[in-house]
């Protein structure tokens, strides 16, 4: 058995077995948009349930949230983000399309020969990380290194480098002036440091504590691509663990680890196609002391996963300059007051589902099938029933009652034993029940194990404690 990643055929996968496909196809699509079919939600519904299991379900010190996508615009000036939540952007005047100046200069920087010194002694960069060279150092790199537009392979006619706002705008009024312009929410942080005394108010949670939420989140991105890993629109994961001033590095190192277990435990991802990128001085956010991204071997390379920022007390005292409200936190064991540092995990769970479908993903070569092998807490339909004959259909749709009670199931009288095996095994269902009515008049039914194709006898009274035990 061996596994290959191909970027293509998990997109072809993903759209033949229902679980991504391009949205409003029926009018050829709209630009990296993209819809979680029949199996996807679930996929997408489960990673979420396990991360909230994990992070506030299993924790005495975290709690949840769902904070409005939009905000008062207030939030997003005291934020950063209206001034500097931008990218580079350069057009290729001869063909108007768009690209990230950083993104193109990164793949300049990786190949040149020698790209630091070189870089150093003819534009004086004392880094290899464009995104941090003004605009205009950008450009002339650009130019006077002759970079090629990426799309069509000819000689460029680049604009000037300038910065592009990534926040979507709209207005919540009739009126189109801009006292009515509000943003669709780029990250679901700031919902998070705006209810802070809201939150500790009511929750009477002492520091260290954290929030978790899940929740959609939008960014104007001027080049998104690679299937689902950059869009447009996609639903993040935040936690912000709030610490004492001088409790931040040793609670970012702590979050490293978290992260990385739920990754390899919970969702069963390869722990070789993971790692932990620190990021350099030059490279870190306004907001951020330390900064690692667990990056994910994708088939396009290295790239970020999960990101796990030490966000000081950035936020907290941006909220409250702005505010005029108190973000302070009073111990009362020490008689202490101060504005916590916090620790912020922040995951795309679009992206999270990529990467668990990506290592999923298996080439069974002896059998000639390919199916992606989740783990069973992770696997969209947990239990597929079929009744042996559809002439008994109604006695295994009491079956499929009983046991959609507690899991996610699929019944499916259509086709042949072995083909509706077949079916089961591509979105590598769990478990299979059978039901014939010999069996079923002794009070029985046959379960079939995805994994050793072995088959066993269960007793009908006791099937759901069993499935139970044995999903955990
Ligand atoms: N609140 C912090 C924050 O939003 P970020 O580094 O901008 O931080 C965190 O994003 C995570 O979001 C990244 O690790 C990555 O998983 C994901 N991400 C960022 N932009 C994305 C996009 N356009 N599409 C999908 N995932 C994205």
Same mark, same amino acid.
């Given at each position: ?10 997109? #072809? ?76 952007? *350069? ?25 630091? #010194? ?63 312009? *509000? ?132 936020? =907290? ?49 002896? #059998? ?12 969209? *339909? ?61 009070? #029985? ?21 069993? =499935?139970?035990?044995? =999903?955990?």
């Amino acid at each position: 058995m061996t596994t290959k990643l191909n970027m293509q055929d998990i997109v #072809n996968l993903a759209k033949n077995r229902w679980f991504v496909y391009a949205g409003s196809e029926i009018y050829w699509g709209l630009a990296n948009a993209w819809d979680y079919g029949p199996y996807g939600s679930l996929l997408k519904e489960n990673i979420k349930n396990l991360w909230l299991k994990e992070f506030v379900q299993k924790k005495t010190n975290m709690v949840s949230l769902d904070a409005a996508i939009l905000m008062n615009p207030q939030t997003w000036v005291a934020s950063g983000h209206v001034w500097g939540f931008s990218d580079p952007l *350069i057009d290729d005047k001869k063909t108007n399309q768009r690209f990230r100046a950083d993104k193109l200069l990164e793949d300049l920087i990786e190949n040149l020969d020698d790209a630091e #010194n070189y870089l150093k002694e003819k534009y004086w960069v004392n880094n290899l990380v464009p995104e941090s060279w003004s605009l205009e150092i950008q450009t002339k790199v650009m130019r006077d290194e002759n970079v090629l537009n990426p799309e069509t392979g000819e000689p460029w006619d680049w604009t000037e480098a300038k910065q592009f706002n990534l926040m979507f705008r709209t207005s919540q009024w009739v009126t189109d002036d801009s006292s009515s312009t *509000i943003y669709l929410r780029p990250e679901t942080a700031q919902g998070i440091f705006v209810d802070f005394p809201n939150i500790l108010r009511t929750s009477r949670k002492k520091i260290p504590f954290g929030v978790a939420q899940v929740g959609k989140a939008f960014r104007n991105e001027i080049t998104p691509g690679n299937f689902i890993f950059r869009t447009r629109e996609f639903e993040q994961m935040e936690i912000e663990y709030f610490v004492e001033p001088w409790k931040d590095l040793e609670a970012h190192a702590e979050w490293k680890n978290n992260c990385m277990n739920f990754l390899t435990n919970t969702l069963g991802i390869e722990k070789e196609n993971l790692k932990l990128r620190d990021h350099e001085q030059d490279e870190l956010s306004h907001y951020s002391n330390a900064t690692t991204d667990i990056e994910y071997k994708y088939p396009f390379g290295w790239g970020e996963l999960w990101g796990i920022a030490d966000r000081t007390d950035f936020d =907290l005292k941006a909220h409250m300059a702005e505010s005029k409200q108190d973000m302070s936190y009073f111990d009362p064991v020490t008689n202490r007051k101060y504005i916590p540092y916090v620790i912020e995990p922040s995951v795309w769970l679009t992206r999270l589902l990529l990467a668990t479908m990506l290592d999923a993903y298996t080439i069974d070569e002896e #059998n000639n099938r390919t199916y992606l092998k989740f783990e069973p807490r992770v696997a969209p *339909i947990k239990v597929w029933v079929l009744p042996v004959v559809k002439k008994i259909g109604d006695l295994a749709k009491e079956i499929f009652s009983q046991l959609s009670e507690d899991f996610m199931c699929e019944y499916d009288e259509v086709g042949s034993i072995g083909k509706r095996y077949a079916r089961m095994d591509e979105i590598w269902v769990p478990f299979c029940v059978t039901v014939d009515s010999s069996n079923y008049d002794e009070g #029985n039914v046959t379960v079939r194990h995805r994994d050793s194709m072995e088959q066993e006898i269960v007793k009908i009274s006791e099937l759901n404690e069993w =499935l139970r035990e044995r =999903l955990k």
